[in-house]
C-alpha cells in the first residue's frame, strides 16, 4: 500500500491539513459529517506526498508516485460496504446497445481494463492503488486497496435488475447502471489504515477573516497555468489520417522512422490564442504524464505540427510506450475511442514550458464551442 510506506513527518502534515479543510465544512453544509471536496483531496495528496498530479487528464489514475499509481477517492463511511463509481463509459454505449447483460459485462469489463492499462502506460507506473478519504460524523478515515484489473476469466453471478446489471470476479463486486453508462465497485472499507478526529468551526467564514485581516493575499496568489487549449488526435470526419498526424511515419517520399509522428495544430487554435506557442522552430519543454520531458517545437506550415526533437522521441511514448502498437501498425479513431480519449490538453507553463494530458473524448469540440466557434 502507498500511505503505510510514507514518512511519518508526511503523514501527520496530511493528516493537520485535511483537518483544516475539514474544519471549514460549516462553509459548504450543516451535516455533522465533515465535507471535502474531491479537487482539494487530490491536490493536497500530491502536494504532501511529492506525488505527480495526474488529475488534469481524462484517466483512471489522478496521482503518481514512482512506479505506484494512485485512484484518489472520498466518500461516506456508512456501513463500509458501499458502492462508488469507478468509470464511466457513456462515449461507449453504441458497442453494447441492444446486447444481453453477458455480453455486456463482457464489453464493459475489457474497457474498463483497457482504461486501467492505459492510465499505467501513459504514467509509467506498475502498480495502482485506491486512496480513499471516507467520512463519518466528525471524523475522517483513511482507506486503501488495490485498483485490480477485472478478471475476465472469473466473472460470474451476472444478474439484471431493472436498469442495473449486477456482477463478480474472485476479488470484487461491480454493478453496472445502464441508464447511466457507469460502472460501481463496492469498496468494503473495513480495514481501516488511519483515523482521526475532525473538529468542525462553527463560524469558519469569521475565522478565515481573522486570519486574512492584514494580510492582501490576492496580491500573493500567481496562476501556475497562463494559458490551455486542447488539440485532437484525429483529423477531419472523426478519423486519424493514415498519412500524416499521428501516423506520419506512413507517409510516402521519403524513408521515414516507425516513430515518427506530430500532433496536429488545426489553424483555428492559432486563431484562437495566437500567442500561445513560442515561433515556429523555437525549441521547449514539453512535460509528459510521466514527469519525463521532451525537447519540442512547432514546425510545418501555418506551424501546423507539434513535434519533439528528435522527432521519433515523441512517437515512441505514444504509439509504444502508451498505445502499445506495433511498428507498422495503423492507429484508428476506434483504438482511440476504446480507450476513451480523443483529444490533448496542452497547458502553458511559460514559454519555454508546457504540459500535456489526455482528455476525453469531445475535448477538442467542447474547447471550440467556448470559443464559439465550430470546426470538425
Known amino acids: 500500500m502507498f500511505y503505510r510506506n510514507q514518512d511519518s513527518s508526511h503523514?501527520?502534515?496530511?493528516?493537520?491539513?485535511?483537518?483544516?479543510?475539514?474544519?471549514?465544512?460549516?462553509?459548504?453544509?450543516?451535516?455533522?459529517?465533515?465535507?471535502?471536496?474531491?479537487?482539494?483531496?487530490?491536490?493536497?495528496?500530491?502536494?504532501?506526498?511529492?506525488?505527480?498530479?495526474?488529475?488534469?487528464?481524462?484517466?483512471?489514475?489522478?496521482?503518481?508516485?514512482?512506479e505506484i499509481g494512485i485512484g484518489l477517492k472520498t466518500f461516506l463511511k456508512k456501513n463500509d460496504k458501499t458502492l462508488q463509481k469507478v468509470a464511466e463509459f457513456n462515449k461507449d454505449r453504441f458497442l453494447y446497445d441492444n446486447k444481453n447483460e453477458y455480453e455486456i459485462v463482457q464489453i464493459i469489463a475489457e474497457l474498463r481494463n483497457k482504461r486501467i492499462d492505459f492510465a499505467q502506460s501513459i504514467s509509467s507506473v506498475e502498480?495502482?492503488?485506491?486512496?480513499?478519504?471516507?467520512?463519518?460524523?466528525?471524523?475522517?478515515?483513511?482507506?486503501?486497496?488495490?485498483?485490480?484489473?477485472?478478471?475476465?476469466?472469473?466473472?460470474?453471478?451476472?444478474?439484471?435488475?431493472?436498469?442495473?446489471?449486477?456482477?463478480?470476479?474472485?476479488?470484487?463486486?461491480?454493478?453496472?447502471?445502464?441508464?447511466?453508462s457507469t460502472l460501481f465497485k463496492r469498496f468494503n472499507t473495513s480495514s481501516i489504515l488511519d483515523g482521526f478526529e475532525v473538529k468542525i468551526l462553527e463560524n469558519p467564514l469569521y475565522e478565515l477573516k481573522q486570519c486574512f485581516q492584514d494580510k492582501d493575499i490576492l496580491s500573493t496568489l500567481k496562476n501556475t497555468v497562463e494559458a490551455t487549449i486542447y488539440?485532437?488526435?484525429?483529423?477531419?470526419?472523426?478519423?486519424?489520417?493514415?498519412?500524416?498526424?499521428?501516423?506520419?511515419?506512413?507517409?510516402?517520399?521519403?524513408?521515414?522512422d516507425p516513430n515518427e509522428i506530430y500532433i496536429p495544430i488545426p489553424k483555428i487554435v492559432h486563431?484562437?490564442?495566437?500567442?500561445?506557442?513560442?515561433?515556429?522552430?523555437?525549441?521547449?519543454?514539453?512535460?509528459?504524464?510521466?514527469?519525463?520531458?521532451?525537447?519540442?517545437?512547432?514546425?510545418?506550415d501555418n506551424s501546423k505540427a507539434l513535434m519533439s526533437n528528435p522527432n521519433k522521441a515523441l512517437g515512441k511514448w505514444l504509439l509504444r510506450d502508451v498505445l502499445h502498437l506495433k511498428e507498422g501498425e495503423l492507429l484508428t479513431y476506434d483504438m482511440l475511442r476504446l480507450i476513451g480519449i480523443d483529444s490533448v490538453r496542452i497547458d502553458k507553463i511559460d514559454n519555454e514550458n508546457y504540459k500535456i494530458n489526455f482528455v476525453a473524448i469531445g475535448s477538442y469540440e467542447r474547447f471550440l464551442e467556448s470559443q464559439n466557434l465550430v470546426e470538425y
Not at 11 to 28: A, P
Not at 272 to 283: E, K, S
Request: charged share 25%; glycine share 4%; aromatic share 12%.
Open 231 to 256: 488539440l485532437p488526435l484525429y483529423s477531419k470526419g472523426k478519423k486519424v489520417s493514415e498519412k500524416s498526424g499521428l501516423n506520419q511515419w506512413n507517409a510516402a517520399g521519403r524513408v521515414r
Open 127 to 180: 502498480q495502482s492503488y485506491y486512496h480513499c478519504i471516507l467520512r463519518d460524523k466528525g471524523m475522517f478515515y483513511i482507506f486503501e486497496e488495490s485498483m485490480d484489473f477485472i478478471q475476465l476469466d472469473k466473472i460470474k453471478n451476472i444478474k439484471k435488475k431493472k436498469n442495473t446489471i449486477v456482477f463478480n470476479d474472485d476479488l470484487h463486486e461491480y454493478s453496472f447502471n445502464l441508464s447511466k
Open 11 to 66: 503523514k501527520q502534515e496530511y493528516i493537520k491539513t485535511l483537518q483544516i479543510i475539514g474544519s471549514l465544512s460549516n462553509l459548504f453544509s450543516e451535516s455533522q459529517v465533515p465535507y471535502l471536496y474531491y479537487r482539494i483531496a487530490e491536490k493536497l495528496f500530491c502536494d504532501i506526498f511529492g506525488a505527480n498530479d495526474l488529475s488534469r487528464g481524462d484517466i483512471a489514475l489522478d496521482a503518481s508516485k514512482k
Open 271 to 300: 486563431q484562437v490564442v495566437p500567442n500561445f506557442f513560442p515561433p515556429r522552430d523555437t525549441h521547449f519543454n514539453l512535460h509528459l504524464p510521466n514527469n519525463k520531458i521532451l525537447t519540442s517545437k512547432v514546425c510545418q
